[in-house]
Nanobody, 125 residues
Framework: QLTLVESGGGSVQPGESLTLSCTGS????????IGWFRQAPGKEREGVSY????????RVADSVRGRFTIARDNARNSVTLQMDNLKPEETGVYYC??????????????????WGQGTQVDVSL
């Protein structure tokens, strides 16, 4: 069982930035590929970004390319998601998750067996 904790969410206006963190509790986060997902009310959970164990292979959703950056901060046992120029449609609960199952794409929740509790991001005027 892996425990992950998200932090850094909050309320911002469109065009502003937030940085989210995903921290492992009691285990080394760099032992797992990590995904960030977003879920808005009434919508399917969707993949936002991904980073492999080494930090050398990353993915971002097309909709956030050029604005979101994922990185590892191993000194803090964490993975960060820097979100710049946020848009209202990017409001939702952001979850980080550890990849634990083979056979699914990076943005498929079915491959992730351990999830954090989520952190709320609100982008509105």
């Amino acid at each position: 069982q892996l425990t992950l904790v998200e932090s850094g969410g909050g309320s911002v206006q469109p065009g502003e930035s937030l940085t989210l963190s995903c921290t492992g509790s009691g285990f080394a986060l760099d032992g797992y590929s990590i995904g960030w997902f977003r879920q808005a009310p009434g919508k399917e959970r969707e993949g936002v970004s991904y980073i492999d164990r080494s930090g050398g292979f990353t993915r971002v959703a097309d909709s956030v390319r050029g604005r979101f950056t994922i990185a590892r901060d191993n000194a803090r046992n964490s993975v960060t998601l820097q979100m710049d120029n946020l848009k209202p449609e990017e409001t939702g609960v952001y979850y980080c998750a550890a990849l634990t199952w083979n056979g699914f794409g990076w943005n498929d929740p079915r491959g992730y067996g351990d999830w954090g509790q989520g952190t709320q991001v609100d982008v509105s005027l």
